[in-house]
């Protein structure tokens, strides 16, 4: 069996100088050079000049800023360095050019996660026009991608990923930046990881990776305690005047919801056909809850009719 012929490597980082920005800061450059071929790109950093170590290619001192770019300069580093070995694995050699696009996510998009999120989120769009599922849904899906995407551009300085090179660490540090660098609850740290695992099941049934690469990571919603409003609280609200014209109407929502049980959503959809007498010379509203497609008849109590009325 041909053994793998080993390159040359070198990977360099140095500043742009000819081409400041605005602010005066030189960007850095990262330079690949595998067998005296070499390719440049940028690492989207910048420093000034005065600070950068030419011989050791990083930022001198140890202040906040220095140690910030230092360490994304390592994640670079290790990223191309992962890649460079695993081209020599699978592949048997490597250029500076494959590693570069491999690098920016360059002929991987069509089993990269951001591209199948993408593509999912315009298939689930497509739903809510025709009134299957939810816009509020959709809007969740959007702000998780959204997420992603700075966390795979923050974390791994790419445009995407390819699903074949997630890894367990990939999520815990997802979770990592939705917690601490974005300050979201824990709850919302599980509603927004959990499309990102359901990424990873489509991946295997489309056969874009045979394994679950997360199999370790584990995170369940927490009960909280959202209390409750006292009837004493209600009649309260009821004889409450509005400071602004526009908050009566939400104050009548919210009361109607009190005495009918039916959520924003619901109450949002409701028409006069909604409403119905039965035998019992009662009207009763008459619908189907919009999360559930359950049906349900609610009795029209006095005080939610006068809402009805007033409006």
Request: aromatic share 12%.
């Amino acid at each position: 069996m041909e053994q793998t012929k080993k390159s040359t490597f070198k990977l360099l980082f140095y500043l742009k100088k000819n081409e400041l920005k605005k602010n005066g800061n030189a960007p850095i450059m990262a330079r690949i050079t595998i067998d005296g071929t070499p390719k440049t790109f940028g690492t989207k950093l910048e420093i000034d000049s005065n600070n950068w170590d030419l011989k050791h290619g990083r930022v001198q001192g140890k202040s906040a800023q220095a140690l910030s770019i230092n360490k994304k300069l390592d994640n670079i580093r290790g990223r191309i360095d992962k890649i460079y070995e695993d081209m020599l694995k699978h592949e048997g050699f490597a250029t500076a050019q494959k590693v570069k696009l491999s690098f920016l996510g360059v002929g991987i998009m069509e089993d990269a996660i951001l591209k199948v999120f993408n593509d999912q989120n315009e298939d689930f769009k497509k739903l809510v026009e025709k009134g299957e599922r939810t816009q509020s849904t959709y809007y969740k899906y959007i702000v998780v991608y959204n997420h992603l995407t700075s966390f795979i551009k923050e974390r791994y300085h790419r445009d995407d990923m390819a699903f074949r090179e997630l890894t367990g660490d990939f999520i815990r540090e997802f979770d990592f930046y939705l917690q601490y660098d974005l300050q979201s609850s824990h709850n919302t740290v599980w509603v927004y990881t959990m499309p990102v695992l359901s990424l990873v099941e489509l991946a295997i049934k489309k056969g874009l990776i045979r394994d679950n690469p997360f199999p370790d990571y584990e995170i369940s919603m927490e009960e909280t305690d959202r209390g409750y409003i006292l009837k004493e609280d209600v009649e309260r609200l009821m004889l409450c005047v509005p400071p602004h014209p526009g908050y009566e109407l939400v104050k009548d929502l919210f009361i109607f919801s009190c005495f009918t049980g039916l959520a924003y959503a619901d109450i949002r959809k409701l028409t006069r056909n909604n409403i119905q007498s039965f035998f019992d010379d009662h009207q009763w509203i008459i619908s189907r809850r919009k999360k559930s497609d359950i049906a349900s008849n609610v009795r029209l109590m006095e005080i939610p009719k006068r809402i009805i009325e007033k409006y």
